[in-house]
């Protein structure tokens, strides 16, 4: 059963998908496309509505298509030839075959004078080749090693598109049209474009500086692994000596203050006075934990309704052996700043792209009576944590949210709300 505070902060939370229209948002961006054919290569969570949203703007004049998905997306288009399923978060088989099929597909004849690539969120990880002799177990070791050491995305793109075939615009040395652009839905908060998809379509050829300082930060000894690192990024070095021969620009199509701003004007509706922290969180999840804790604090000793926002990514420390995502270990972090304020007090953080780690999970509430709960329940809050288990404690509530394939990838939206006992105008609206 949900408080009145996190009715409302649920309906801040999930309000945006209706509003947000992606095929607006790509028609504005072709709009000086004229009648130049096409080919339509869409990579990421959101490929296939990115894919669609481009064909509804160019039609016919689309010559061939190439959609790479995660599965979740792929389900909704069995019947559609064009597309190819690479893994998520860790690439696997179907990564690698998807990323030599991208390849293929560039290199093959086309009568069209326009590449477009339709980049989002998860590319890295959904069509990835590594280069020799690093290979799928190698970056599944980098991604398990960013993990715990608790890295931002960026630094692991950054060693992703360093020993990339593809990615740090390697890809663009594939393309054999005059003219090609990239549309990116950016879903990283810290870098914004240049590094979603690892860079895909912007160029990036570190040296070996940056390679060691890279190695270092996510905890990588000199040994194996780094050595692997190494070679490959040498490996690559050749395919970067190749020249460019298409005249290409990147647009951002959307991007995390979109997903702000809708969010902001429900709230309003709402009646709630809003308080933005940005579209640009991140961070560790106990620091981020402060910030949202701060705010409260401070409006709770001020009448009326209160909604304080936030978009990013939180940066969580994989130490335990539990079960959770970013979006559950930030609500389970929030529990106990909630009993403390002495208001009707909600928190909520759902994940964009409808999948917060585990599948069918798109984040997670708690309100100002979780850390009771929690110990009416027989569990241990603090024993949670330290396991990253919040999945097992949200799911003992009740109070995980559900997720799904959303066709958007714009990070994390955070929501708290807070207000008088009681208090609620969502069912007057």
Known sequence: MTSDSTTDALVVATSWLETLDLT????????????????????????????????SALGARVSRRLVISDASGAARRRDDDAVVVGEHPVPGAGSLAAAHR????????????????????GASSLCAWPADPLGLDGLAELWRAALGAGVDITTLNRLRAATSMIAGGAVLREVTTPDSRALIMVDNVISGAPWVASGLTYEFTPSSTEVAALLERVAIPAGPLAARVEAAVSSRGAVMQRPVTTHHDNLVVADPALLLEHATARAAALGYEVHSLGDSLQGD???????????????AARPGRHCVLG??????????????????????????????????????????????????????????????????????????????????????LGQLIAGGHTGWNLCDLYVAVLGPRGSSIVGSL
Not at 28 to 55: F, N, Q, S
Not at 289 to 299: E, I, M, V
Not at 380 to 395: F, T
């Open 24 to 55: 607006e948002q790509v028609v504005a961006a072709l709009a000086d496309v004229g009648e130049t054919r096409v080919d339509l290569v869409a990579i990421g969570k959101a490929a296939g509505e990115m894919g669609d949203a481009a064909r």
């Open 102 to 121: 991208l390849v293929e597909f560039l290199r093959e004849p086309t009568e069209a004078e326009l590449t477009l690539f339709l980049v989002s969120g």
């Open 285 to 299: 999840v106990d620091d981020l934990a402060a910030r949202f804790a701060a705010a409260l604090r401070d409006l």
């Open 311 to 396: 978009v990013g990514e939180v940066t969580v420390h994989v130490r335990g052996s539990g079960v959770g995502g970013r979006c559950q270990e930030f609500a389970w972090t929030m529990a106990p700043v909630l009993a403390s304020l002495g208001a009707n007090a909600s928190f909520v953080a759902r994940s964009s792209d409808g999948r917060d780690y585990v599948e069918g999970v798109a984040g997670a509430w708690v309100d100002e009576s979780t850390r009771r709960r929690v110990d009416e329940a027989g569990l241990d809050w603090a024993a949670i944590k330290a396991d990253n288990d919040s999945h097992r404690g949200l799911a003992t």
